[in-house]
């Protein structure tokens, strides 16, 4: 693999990565694993896009109907841990994971979440950061304490 050379100039890196100067104020990840995606997820991703490219704050490219200075990154990504509950919805800097996800609850997760900065509680798995309960955390309790993968 070629090396590239490290860029110096803060212009140039802005130019060529034009998300640091958007306005940027959340970044929602949207699991596509194996048990998320049997539940629904590609739906949920789907959701996600057509509500914030409608409402112009999806942020990304203009020739892909997106908007350079959108507020809102919208990223698909792998297991997260929890799919066994998904669709798995995490949104960022807040670090909410909603579980059980559906389309029909994208909706309600832009207009408060995303837009108010209400958490929808009925469907917020947790808050990072965690605290977690202590005893299943704990070295002493090994691999047996925590009951997942990712």
């Known amino acids: 693999m070629p090396k590239s050379d490290f860029i110096e100039s803060p212009e140039e890196l802005c130019a060529l990565a034009p998300v640091t100067t958007a306005p940027i104020r959340h970044h929602v990840f949207v699991c596509s694993g194996k048990s998320c995606s049997a ?3 590609a739906e949920v991703i789907a959701a996600f896009e057509h509500q914030l490219k409608a409402r112009g704050i999806l942020f990304g490219r203009e020739a892909k109907g997106k908007n350079p200075k959108g507020s809102i990154v919208l990223t698909e990504c792998a297991s997260v841990g929890f799919c066994a509950i998904g669709a798995a919805v995490m949104v960022y800097p807040d670090g909410v994971w909603y579980a059980q996800v ?3 609850d994208v909706p309600e ?3 408060e979440h995303l837009l108010h900065g209400r958490v929808v509680q009925r469907l917020a798995l947790l808050q990072l950061p ?3 309960l202590a005893a299943e955390s704990s070295p002493e309790a ?7 993968e990712a």
């Open 39 to 41: 539940v629904g997820s």
């Open 102 to 104: 559906r389309a029909a």
């Open 109 to 111: 997760i832009i207009e």
């Open 130 to 132: 965690a605290k977690g």
């Open 142 to 148: 090994g691999a047996t304490g925590a009951n997942w």
